[in-house]
């Protein structure tokens, strides 16, 4: 069997999700519009995609979500009063973000029927080639973009890839595990793929990070809309007959630098401090607020 590796030009970010864990603040407000301190969460990951040399942005998006639509426009009238009131730095950086005309796409799933299903849906928009696939709930965060060391291992192996990173071992039912070849490895073959494996049988302890760079095939299999785990159409099932039906190659890709899973409160609230912490116009203040909330007496 002859595999694509031609070049990824193409992402989707899956934003249809419904965001219950954090319910009432994504009543009205799509949970990828939350923003961890000035950038809303799905800016970051289109930062990342765009790092890594993605050329064609697809969001998968549902109902009450045209926000995020908005958000990668131009917003005319904000653009004029900035120009007129010669505030060109913030002018240049909202133009700066913008996708160019024709390199953003957006399909609608219109119901909320798992993960699987809404990359299906991104099916004609991506046509026949090997696309990159982000959950934008999931911040990496790490001096190379995660994306750009997973298009770099592509370029070796061909295939499919996900990104993983170790999790303690009393954790992992909680998440979807890769047995892999050599773990030590920073790409390494794999070898088994198992969701939320019961206590005691993980292959491994990396789990899936929400990073992929898939075949086209894979839309055949999500075309079946097969119900898995908690009744949704889940992705992991079609990438487990991906790698055992049509015997397609998966390599797991170590990442390596910190992960926030911004779809969990402890998370989201940790990336916004940490990533705080990163920026010279806050650093100082942030420390001392810190400091000064962590020295005062709890009740
Ligand atoms: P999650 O399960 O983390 O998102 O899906 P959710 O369902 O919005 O969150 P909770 O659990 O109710 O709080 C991971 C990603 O997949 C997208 C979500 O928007 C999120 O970015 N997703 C999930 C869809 O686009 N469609 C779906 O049917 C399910």
């Known amino acids: 069997m002859t595999l694509k590796t031609s070049r990824i030009r193409k992402a989707v970010f899956p934003v249809a999700g419904l965001g219950t864990r954090f319910l009432p603040a994504t009543k009205a407000v799509p949970k990828e519009m939350l923003t961890v301190v000035d950038r809303p969460v799905i800016q970051h990951v289109v930062d990342e995609a765009r790092a890594a040399g993605i050329e064609h942005f697809v969001f998968v998006t549902g109902r009450g979500k045209a926000v995020i639509e908005d958000h990668f426009d131009i917003q005319y009238e904000l653009e004029r009063t900035l120009a007129d009131r010669g ?6 950086a909202l133009i700066a973000d913008l996708p160019v005309a024709g390199q953003a796409s957006f399909t609608r799933q219109q119901a909320p029927l798992g993960l699987g299903h809404a990359v299906w849906c991104a099916r004609d928009i991506i046509g026949d080639e090997p696309f990159a696939l982000l959950l934008p709930d999931m911040l990496h965060h790490g001096p190379t973009p995660c994306l750009k060391e997973m298009i770099d291992a592509h370029r070796a192996t061909g295939g499919n890839l ?7 071992e009393d954790q992992t039912h909680q998440y979807g595990i890769v047995g892999v070849t050599d773990a030590d490895e920073k790409v390494a073959r794999v070898t088994q793929m198992v969701e939320k494996p019961a206590k005691g049988t993980a292959p491994s302890n990396l789990h899936i990070t929400g990073r992929y760079i898939l075949q086209p095939e894979i839309f055949d299999l999500l075309a079946r809309q097969e119900k898995g785990a908690g009744g949704e159409i889940q992705l992991t099932d079609s990438m487990i007959r991906l790698m055992t039906d049509l015997d397609q190659p998966f390599h797991a890709v170590r990442f390596d630098g910190t992960i926030y899973d911004c779809g969990s409160k402890i998370g989201f ?3 916004n401090i940490a990533y ?11 420390k001392t607020e810190i400091e000064r909330l962590m020295a005062r007496p709890r009740s």
Do not use: S
Request: net charge negative; no cysteine.
């Open 87 to 92: 505030k060109t730095k913030e002018l240049e």
């Open 162 to 168: 996900i990104a993983v990173a170790p999790v303690p």
């Open 269 to 271: 609230l940790t990336a």
């Open 276 to 286: 705080g912490l990163e920026r010279a116009d806050l650093a100082p203040a942030l």
